[in-house]
């Protein structure tokens, strides 16, 4: 009998394609790999975060059941100029599922990657609660507002550390796998970053998000370099940042596998796409990894 491979998994960002790193955690769990270290920026922060608090598989039902109008009546509106959503209603959501846990008391280790853009720096967040180093995490410029954490503006760890190898580096683990959520397009056809917002009504705030929503997307079968919305030219710029910062990174600090999910699998908050992304996760770590088993 082999002996299990221990991991330190790195997690990266890119909204809802994050969901992919579900399937991916699914199929180590499933092919004898233990998982000892988490390290994640934004929605890679999220996933890690509630995996090592021992609540993926209530997050994974909950999330398959999540639809369109779901979302949006998770997104608080802010109304300032700092960012669109607060993201209270969604942390406070994800807490009632998973616990008001702190980092030091999870059975895995665990950091999650937060930019401290006043001063140019990552932070590594390892201590404190969990629900708080998330939302810190996860503060997409214009989207979230910044997160004030210990008196300082934290936004999303995936502007200066889409991919964090870093924090992984004393784990000592057999292996170091890192998923980037930036990969290479698949076809040149852009998928929509919010689909069919023109059907979500009911309560004020889903008018209003729909609203603004629909002011900055383009048509959804137009190609790449057309008239696309200001949020998806905004989001595909993010997107080759992130892309390039971690091209760079990766040359210094390789992992032992890199798992690559194209960026174009679905837009930035298609969560409503869970099990789809789900199944993408589960299918590339079998076309990266199995046949290492």
Known sequence: MSKQKTV????GSGGARGLSHIGIIKWLEE?????ESISGCSIGALIGG????GKLDDFEQ????????DILTLLDLSWNRSGLVKGDKLINTLTELVGDLKIEDLPIKYTAVASDIANEKEVWLNSGKLF?????????????TPFSYNGRELMDG?????IPVAPTFCDGTDLTIAVNLVGKVLETKRTPVVTDLDNALGSPISDKVAGFVNRFKGSPEEPIGKDVGVFEIANQAFDAMQNTIFRHKQATYPADYLIEIPRNACGM????RASEMIDLGYNSMCESLGSAT
């Open 8 to 11: 330190s998994l790195v997690l």
């Open 31 to 35: 092919h004898d790999y233990h998982i």
């Open 50 to 53: 509630i995996y090592a608090a």
């Open 62 to 69: 909950w999330s398959r059941s999540i639809t369109k109008m």
């Open 132 to 144: 708080d180093a998330i939302r810190a995490s996860i503060s997409l410029p214009f989207f979230f």
């Open 158 to 162: 995936g502007i200066l550390n889409p």
């Open 269 to 272: 908050l298609e969560f409503n």
